[in-house]
């Protein structure tokens, strides 16, 4: 459940990763898997590839940031255990056996030592048995608040779902404009840099990047009035059109602002190595790619490349 907070607790290793006993496989394994789905590593001390596949199995379990339980089970010390699972159509004659359990039930299975990218997907795939726990519907909700100006709102409830989900794309680059909007650059930027390396290249946190970039191209702006005028008194002075489209976005106008740089590129494409592009793609990626104006500027910038 989704608690309310910027410091809301990580799942205790303790609790995601345990050794059973045939004592303890109704609570920890069938009664557990009815919150979440729990995995099963069946194995054995002299079984070689058992050694190689548990770090992996943990480590993905880790990852996976408390939607999925693991329980080690040696077969050795539980043998009336197992022998009753094999009873039941658990091929457990052959180890390492990992099972995955969900309400109540075996979800999904596979033996043997695979490789580290197949136990990942394998936990991916088990820990969306279970869906996100409502985690989407707190980020709209987290958005909404953005939007609607309740900035702090908004933060503590993107933080307290990265406490559930240290990985959620979406929370992790809602966070970061939230600084932002709080003015807090600084704090955006260091927040950006210690991003999960799983997330670091997703489309959310890549359009916090280019949010931040044009943030602390804000800062710089010049006067709109004077921009203006400059670019009046002479259209062919690109620099005062390349500001004056920087001010116009950093005044909230981002519809002006990509009309100035896309009549920079129609003028002079090669301006400063490109620099009119460059920048429209750099607010093409702080907006949603549906957005109105992303749509929009993206055509016509199309129709003067291919031209």
């Known amino acids: 459940m989704l608690e309310s907070g ?3 607790p990580q799942t205790a290793a303790a ?44 480590a993905a379990v880790q990852a996976a940031g408390g939607r999925v339980k693991l329980v080690k089970i040696d077969v050795d010390q539980n043998q009336r255990l197992a022998q009753m699972l094999a009873q039941q159509g658990l091929p457990l004659q052959s180890i390492p056996t990992v099972v995955a359990f969900y309400q109540g039930q075996v979800a999904d299975m596979f033996q043997g030592a695979l490789p580290q990218s197949e136990v990942k997907a394998f936990i991916e795939r088990v820990a969306g048995l279970a869906g996100d726990g409502g985690l989407a519907e707190a980020v709209e909700a987290a958005e909404g608040m953005l939007a609607d100006g ?45 991003a999960p390396a799983e997330i670091a290249n ?72 490109g620099a009119a592009k460059s920048q429209l793609f750099t607010i093409f990626d702080a907006l949603k790619p549906t957005d109105p104006i992303v749509l929009n500027g993206r055509r016509k910038l199309s129709s003067m490349i291919f031209a």
């Open 6 to 8: 910027q410091n809301a």
């Open 15 to 58: 609790d995601l990763i345990k050794d059973g006993t045939e004592a303890t496989f109704m609570a920890d394994v069938v009664d557990a898997s009815r919150e979440v789905p729990v995995i099963v590593d069946f194995w054995a001390t002299w079984c070689g590839p058992c050694k190689t596949l548990g770090p992996t199995l943990e």
């Open 150 to 194: 309740a900035v702090v709102d908004a933060a503590q409830t993107f933080a307290a779902i990265l406490g559930e989900d240290p990985n959620n794309a979406a929370a992790y680059g809602g966070l970061v404009r939230a600084h932002l909007a709080l003015g807090e650059t600084e704090k955006a930027e260091e927040f950006l840099a210690a």
């Open 202 to 273: 997703a489309p959310e946190v890549e359009a916090a990047r280019a949010q931040l970039a044009l943030s602390k191209q804000a800062a710089d702006a010049g006067p709109l009035t004077e921009l203006r005028a400059a670019v009046d008194a002479d259209p062919a002075d690109h620099q005062a059109r390349f500001d004056l489209a920087t001010a116009l976005h950093a005044s909230g106008d981002t519809e002006g602002a990509v009309a100035e740089l896309l009549e920079l590129f129609r003028r002079d494409r090669e301006w400063n190595d």
